[in-house]
């Protein structure tokens, strides 16, 4: 079994970033990107209506991460330690050696490589460090620039699930891509 330890907290670096661990300090920048309709319309959570709702999801990223049933890093910028998006291993199945990586980045840095960087570190940290045998993600069959993101790492697409999920009063499809350990 899969016994992942997140203490010390695994602060990553790449020649930009620095992915550190969340603080309440981070709940504003948060809050903008949860409330934005445009930048959660893939991402099939409630909106967040009200600053404690960041620091609420602030909490639930701090006990998976005690726990050690998940991390999520804040993207920062190596000159600058302001939020400016997550990426993060979810729902680690330890029986299974496999975790599913879910990400966000603010409009402001997209286009730029940023979530490249990110995601490079990411699964780096997964497969070497954790021992994650797989990587699965979860998207939107619209969300274009996570789909190309996810095909320029070598993800490979393993299903598609036609309505299997109901989001703002609509049946939505989700993809289904997986990233196998190189080793």
Known sequence: MLTPNFNPFPVLTTERLILRRF??????????????????????????????????????????????????????LKNNDK??????????????????????LNPAYQGQGIMQEAITAAIDYGFNIIKLHSIGAYVS??????????????????????????HNGRFEDTLVYSLLTQT
């Not at 309709?37 to 639930?60: F, G, S, W």
Request: aromatic share 12%; glycine share 4%.
């Open 83 to 104: 939020y400016i998006g997550s990426i993060g291993f979810w729902r680690i199945a330890k029986d299974s050696h496999r975790a599913e990586i879910g990400y966000l």
């Open 23 to 76: 603080t309440y300090d981070d709940a504003a920048g948060l809050f903008e990107m949860r409330s934005n309709e445009t930048v959660m319309q893939y991402i099939h959570r409630p909106i967040n209506k009200t600053i404690d709702d960041a620091v609420a999801l602030i909490d639930v990223i701090e006990d998976l991460l005690i726990k050690n049933d998940g991390i999520t890093w804040c993207i920062c």
């Open 141 to 166: 069959p619209n969300n274009f620039a996570s789909i190309k993101l996810l095909l320029k790492n070598k993800f490979v697409q393993e299903a598609y699930f036609k309505e299997d999920h109901l």
